[in-house]
């Protein structure tokens, strides 16, 4: 019913930028919070970023200053801009969504199959 696709991924060296952008599309009503979340090798998944439908934005402090988040509430897309990439941002990163189905009202999460983010130094 909901897909979330993720693209942008790739290799980069430290210093570097990517963007990584997620697409929703599917039966669906409405979208509340949009983010990224990473999952290192050997570690737990850890919230990067995420922003509301109204636009406010929370972020892991590693992040901060460095990654931005916005979002196309039009196009139900959400992208991250990482800027100064140092090789401990390398993970698979995750588009998380809380959205409402148009058959129901309930908030559901759902997830993108990840994009793999490498960063050489």
């Known amino acids: 019913q909901v897909q979330l696709v993720e693209s942008g991924g790739g290799l980069v060296q430290a210093g570097g930028s990517l963007r990584l952008s997620c697409a929703a599309s599917?039966?669906?009503?409405?979208?509340?919070?949009m983010g990224w979340y990473r999952q290192a090798p050997g570690k737990q998944r850890e919230l990067v970023a995420r922003?509301?439908?109204?636009?406010?934005?929370d972020y892991a402090e590693s992040v901060k200053g460095r990654f931005t988040i916005s979002r196309d509430n039009a196009r139900s897309t959400v992208s991250l801009q990482m800027n100064s990439l140092m090789p401990e941002d390398t993970a698979v990163y995750y588009c998380n969504a809380d959205l409402r189905l148009r058959t129901g009202v309930r908030l559901r999460n759902y997830w993108g199959q990840g994009t793999q983010v490498t960063v050489s130094s």
């Open positions: 599917g039966s669906i009503s409405s979208i509340d919070v």
């Open positions: 922003i509301r439908s109204g636009g406010s934005a």
